[in-house]
């Protein structure tokens, strides 16, 4: 499956349905990526859980990524698609590298701060030392490069700074990874409050589209989406963020530039505009729907690739992790 060539890790939680957030911002890039890399994208379930999950729910839904990755047509044969907590070394890593990271440095985290307010009732030492974690995921496959969105950023920092700690104590024993430049994907803000981005754990529901709503309630979710007085189909995320908004949206969806959509709108109203949007993404996500649908009903195609990418994930995994438990003096294992 692999060819030697740099490796790429990204991932997501399973912390609620996939949005068209999480869709153009990432999964729709991440299909080109393995033209030029080793991908690893991991069903990230172990971070979940620094939110309370009900198990059942959070069992299928964690199946349901998984299925609309490969939907989304990432290729499993191609890609280690695999689950996080499949993967011990994970856990095992970031043990380690907790003993190797200062409070300090996660007390500036400012998505811990974010995250906190947001779940005041629940501030877990797991919402806390996620960051390191997240160093785990990514420094367990020698990894060479992370796509990061704007509120990962310090993450990947802080993940360089661990890596190059330990380095310099035990020699070259991580690949430092360095952010993805390429396609940006869109950014995707809610559909009720344009402040805020696009959400798949949002307790309202109308404040963003899920990549398996049907076309009836995507087109309602458009119609009501928060806009301005104004009747202009013009791009200014400062003076009109709804509008923005959708533009950026509609114009990830139809690949169009802004300024072609700001054209083809030219004197038409936001309920044309709107609908137009609504449209345009209910015909984006249609095909991944349908492979989905047919996928859901292979269930032994799918868990022969979850089997097949966990081996693999985890012969990767466990060559870091002996070096790095032997570096740091753990006493070896008698076979
Ligand atoms: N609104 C968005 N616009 C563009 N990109 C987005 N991503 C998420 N929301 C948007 C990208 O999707 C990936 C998923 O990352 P994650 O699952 O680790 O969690 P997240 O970034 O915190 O995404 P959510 O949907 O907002 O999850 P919750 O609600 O659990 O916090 C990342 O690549 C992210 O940039």
């Not at 044309?272 to 032994?300: C, H, I, N, R, T």
Request: glycine share 6%.
């Amino acid at each position: 499956m692999f060819h030697d060539r740099k490796i790429l890790y990204s991932g997501m939680q399973a912390t609620g349905n996939l949005t068209i957030g999480n869709y153009l911002g990432a999964l729709k890039n991440w299909n080109s990526l393995n033209e030029e890399y080793d991908c690893l994208f991991g069903v990230m379930d172990l971070h979940s859980l620094t939110v309370r999950q009900n198990p059942a729910e959070f069992r299928q839904r964690a199946r349901s990524l998984y299925t609309l990755y490969v939907a989304s047509g990432l290729d499993p044969e191609k890609n280690c698609i695999y689950f996080q907590s499949h993967v011990s070394g994970h856990a095992e890593l970031a043990w380690i590298l907790d003993c190797f990271t200062y409070m300090g440095e996660l007390n500036r985290m400012t998505q811990f701060k974010d995250k906190s307010a947001k779940h005041a009732d629940n501030i877990n030492a797991g919402l806390y030392t996620y960051p390191v974690l997240m160093a785990a995921d990514i420094l367990l496959y020698q990894s060479d490069v992370v796509p990061v969105g704007v509120d990962q950023k310090q993450h990947l920092e802080i993940t360089r700074d661990i890596a190059g700690r330990f380095n310099g104590i035990y020699g070259d024993v991580f690949t430092i990874p360095e952010p993805y430049i390429g396609r940006q994907g869109a950014h995707v803000m809610s559909l009720q409050n344009p402040e805020k981005k696009m959400s798949k754990s949002d307790e309202n529901p109308n404040a963003s589209v899920y990549l398996l709503d049907d076309t009836d309630t995507i087109i309602r979710k458009f119609k009501r989406a928060v806009t301005d007085s104004d009747t202009q189909v013009r791009y200014a995320p400062e003076e009109k963020p709804g509008i923005s908004n959708l533009i950026e949206i509609y114009a990830a969806a139809e690949n169009k530039t802004f300024e072609e959509v700001e054209k083809e709108f030219e004197g038409k109203g936001y309920g044309d505009f709107k609908l137009a949007v609504g449209e345009a993404v209910a015909s984006m996500l249609k095909p991944m729907q349908e492979k989905y649908k047919e996928l859901s009903k292979e269930k032994s195609y799918i868990d022969s690739r979850i089997k097949e990418n966990d081996e693999k994930a985890q012969y990767m995994a466990d060559k870091t992790l002996r070096k790095v438990q032997k570096k740091v003096g753990l006493t070896e294992r008698i076979r």
